[in-house]
């Protein structure tokens, strides 16, 4: 466990000036525990508090909150008929900024667009108008096979003000992949594009966009954008100006939004169902109260449209800041671009991932070097837990006020279940707090709650309005009761390690599924690399356990590192002494082996358990689709080192 002494904490005017301060004040509480407790103990309460604080508009009577709370199974406010897209665009003055547009592509010469709210909604209309000429109505689903950039957000406005259901994968995504998720939901329309720009090098996808027609039965249609070349595609063609006004579809609370995929290293990922009621609802708890998302903030996050970082950046629309929005490589063509977008686009809000700010670290970028990053005064971290280290880095390059929250919750809810907390101290290594109307509880293997200091499993002992509506292509919930629902019954296990601490702030641990258990003692895998990261030299880490074939004898477990240095027997020695003396005697590696990057997946994980399948014997094709790794030739480096070890 870290040092209690927070490495920031607000001040009482920052924490005044922040809607979450407000609200809380409001109900009545004197302090964020309080408020917590409220909103988990008494869910009705505190979500009819969020619905009238930030005034949904709605048909029908929402007296009713919560009909029925079994989970999997809860109704939430079940005799309304809403729309998620309304919301963002109410009460939007048209000649204010929405959003600004970063792009390796077509920032050459010209700088980030700049989109007004009049833009968007212009665009919107008009993609929705075609939508409708192809047939598009509710319930009908539209694929998106487009990079993140203003149009594929209008279109996503497009479709859901239709009562049509939204799904999107990122087009540096391989055909096979993107097959995998978009054939499961039949859609009727394929949205895509020419290609895309990265690193410095164009990327034709004409192909692959042909393949995606002709593997997709259901399509009546594909509109292409010509992103590559301008001239090409029919979006134009098909989007035309339109009269028509921009409208909206009012559909019950449950209805799908929108269909997110787990990662799907290995076997078809499942394809989550989110609805429009709950995704309103824990946007503008999240975006107001936890994100603290002013009118003068300028929100970016770096993310593709593949992950779900991009639909919780979209809803911070539903506030009155602005959002940026970029397009391209995160460290290339030079490492520290994402700073220099930061820097011409005024972001006052830097979202990223773990895996970007210790990249960040390991090549030494200095993001203030010649340029004024004075305007941010928050960094969001999340993907995967922010060492002490990424911490320290962060306050030591961009200033000792900076308000940094690393967030930990996934694309099954599309928010956080812990982590920031504007009006809460920043404890270096740890996340802020619970989150408001998360009832998150540190499980033991009895189903009890342990104390705190104790790691256990995350769970969440009460519905979320957020939760999935379920599964598609699942008609008796079987494959959603037994993803959440099954260790615990009845209550949602996530899937990670936590510890809660006795200031409130949680530590994760790592996925429960890679936990290593040497001689009776439990760790985390993040814990691990905690340690390891903190030897100097070492800059990223995979461990895993390999049990023998004879359960009487101990198992192998390999550390593999990446280091910006040799790796000598006194560096050994050293990150075997480190795992000893902060982890346990138990965990300290068989052997060190330096390779020359960690595998991971599109959003920063590390591919702990398909690695672990390797060495159990299991082919690389059925622990980990290639198109879903950020790397796959790291991966490649693992599948080569076990066939020399497995002979």
Not at 343 to 356: H, N, Q
Request: glycine content about 10%; some cysteine.
């Amino acid at each position: 466990m870290t040092a209690v002494t927070p490495r920031w904490t607000p001040t009482p005017e920052q924490i005044e000036a922040t809607t979450l301060h407000a609200f809380q004040v409001e109900r009545g509480y004197d302090d964020y525990e309080s408020l917590r407790r409220w909103s988990v103990e008494r869910p009705e309460e505190f979500w009819r508090a969020i619905w009238d604080r930030f005034g949904v508009v709605a048909d029908g009577d929402p007296t009713t909150v919560l009909a029925d709370d079994s989970m999997p199974g809860a109704r939430w406010f079940p005799d309304v008929s809403l729309s998620y897209p309304e919301h963002i665009f109410r009460g939007k003055d048209d000649g204010a900024t929405a959003l600004l547009h970063a792009s390796e592509l077509r920032d050459v010469g010209r700088g980030a667009q700049v989109w007004t709210w009049a833009d968007l909604r212009e665009q919107t209309a008009r993609i929705r108008a075609g939508l409708k000429g192809l047939g598009v109505g509710r319930g009908d689903r539209v694929a998106a096979y487009l990079p993140n950039i203003p149009e594929a957000l209008a279109a996503m406005l497009a479709t859901t003000s239709l009562g049509a259901i939204w799904s999107s994968c990122s087009p540096d995504f391989g055909s096979s992949t993107v097959l995998d998720r978009f054939d499961q939901i039949e859609p009727k329309v394929l949205l895509a594009v020419d290609g895309y720009r990265y690193g410095g090098r164009d990327f034709d996808r004409r192909d692959t966009v042909a393949e995606l027609t002709a593997g997709l039965p259901t399509v009546t249609r594909t509109v292409t954008l010509g992103y590559l070349d301008e001239s090409a595609g029919d979006w134009n063609q098909v989007f035309l100006p339109t009269d028509e006004p921009l409208e909206f579809e009012r559909v019950p609370f449950d209805h799908p939004l929108w269909i997110l995929y787990s990662s799907g290293t290995s076997g078809k990922p499942k394809a989550i169902v989110h609805g429009h009621g709950g995704i309103l609802l824990e946007s503008l708890k999240t975006a107001y109260l936890h994100l603290d998302a002013r009118p003068d903030d300028r929100v970016f996050w770096f993310t593709t449209t593949g992950w779900m970082m991009w639909n919780f950046l979209v809803s911070v629309l539903l506030t009155e800041a602005q959002i940026v929005l970029y397009d391209g490589t995160p460290a290339g063509p030079y490492p520290a671009v994402l700073w220099d977008v930061a820097e011409r686009t005024g972001v006052t809000i830097f979202g990223t991932s773990a895996a970007y700010l210790h990249g960040q670290m390991k090549l030494g970028v200095e993001p203030t070097d010649g340029r004024d990053l004075s305007a941010i005064r928050a960094v969001g971290s999340t993907g995967s837990p922010l060492s002490v280290a990424g911490f320290e880095w962060v306050y030591e390059h961009l200033g000792s006020d900076i308000w940094l929250f690393s967030i930990s919750g996934g694309t099954d809810v599309c928010s956080a279940f812990v982590g920031g907390v504007p009006t809460l101290p920043v404890h270096v290594g740890e996340l802020q707090a619970r989150s408001l109307g998360v009832a998150l509880e540190a499980w033991g293997p009895d189903g009890r709650p342990v104390g705190t200091g104790v790691v256990g499993e995350l769970v969440v002992t009460r519905p979320m309005p957020s939760m999935p509506v379920g599964f598609w292509n699942d008609p008796d919930g079987a494959r959603y009761r037994e993803a959440y629902f099954e260790f615990f019954p009845g209550v949602w296990r996530h899937g990670d390690w936590i510890e809660l601490t006795d200031h409130g702030s949680a530590v994760i641990h790592g996925r429960s599924d890679a936990t290593i258990n040497r001689g009776g003692i439990r760790m985390g895998t993040a814990e691990i690399y905690a340690a390891v990261l903190s030897v100097e030299g070492v800059t990223d880490a995979l461990v895993v356990d390999i049990p023998d074939a004879d359960p009487a004898a101990d198992s192998w477990m390999p550390l593999f590192v990446v280091t910006d240095r040799e790796l000598t027997d006194d560096m050994v020695a050293a990150i075997k002494q480190r795992v000893r003396a902060e982890c346990s005697p138990r965990h300290v590696p068989n052997v060190v082996v330096r390779v020359p990057a960690v595998p991971r997946t599109l959003t920063g994980k590390v591919l702990e358990v398909p690695v672990k399948k390797l060495f159990l014997g299991a082919h690389p094709d059925q622990v980990a689709a290639r198109d879903a790794l950020a790397n796959p030739d790291a991966f490649d480096w693992f599948v080569d080192f076990v066939k020399v070890r497995r002979g």
